[in-house]
């Protein structure tokens, strides 16, 4: 009955089942070939009306996150990272530590993996649910000073502190005069115990007062960040150096 099966989708449609909908012709046809109940049915329509939402809701997530680039945790070569454990990087990958609302923070030369670490943590954490933050130091600096002029600057800040996991890359990118360092000391003061940071720096907590300059506030900040975190020392050689392409082949 082709016009009842139009009128089921337009019905469907109305009901926001527009994804069941798209397939009802094909799951009905196979239903009137196997014979199935109407349980059966009804519940292979259900868990794929389910399963495309998740999917966009992941894909939502990972727009949302802006990411410079798609790195795992599985494309991450631990090998090439002799600081960091199998077991470490397992207990990374649970997650634990953000349902704690715990931060990490990862220190080390440029080029040994510290944002494919956090890029892979952050992925990971957008597959189980969370909504998460990406952004790089000088690029917040910038947020925190045109947010209220425009729009869209408005809105990429309401869903960093409302995310459950942001990423703070590159800390000691640039120095901050006194008005940047109490603007990020603000969102800091925010995001403190709701949400978890991973924060990537090449010099230690004990070196951002460079960074910050106003001694009052470099304690305030470390004060927040430090309180419930955990510092991963990555060190060796630059990966991007040790593979990097060449114009002139092996010879």
Known sequence: MPGATVELKQQMNTLNISEAAKVLDDVLREAETKEVTYREFLNQLLKYELKKREERQLEKRLKWATFPEYKPLEAFNLAEQQSLSKKQLQQLRELLWIEQAYSLIMLGPPGVGKT?????????????????????????????????????????????????????????????????????????????????????????????????????????????IIHKSEVIHLNGDSYRIKHRKTIFGNN
């Open 116 to 224: 494919h670490l956090a890029i892979g943590l952050g992925i990971e954490a957008i597959n189980r649910g969370y909504r998460v933050s990406f952004i790089q130091m000088d690029s917040l600096i910038h947020l925190l000073k045109t947010q209220e002029i425009t729009r869209s600057g408005h809105a990429r800040m309401n869903r960093i502190i409302s995310s459950d996991l942001v990423i703070i890359d590159d800390l000691m990118f640039m120095a901050m005069d006194r008005n940047e360092a109490n603007l990020f000391f603000q969102l800091i003061n925010k995001l403190y115990g709701q949400t978890s940071l991973i924060i990537t720096s090449n010099k230690g907590p004990e070196d951002w007062g460079e960074l910050l300059g106003d001694p009052a506030i470099t304690t305030a900040i470390l004060d927040r």
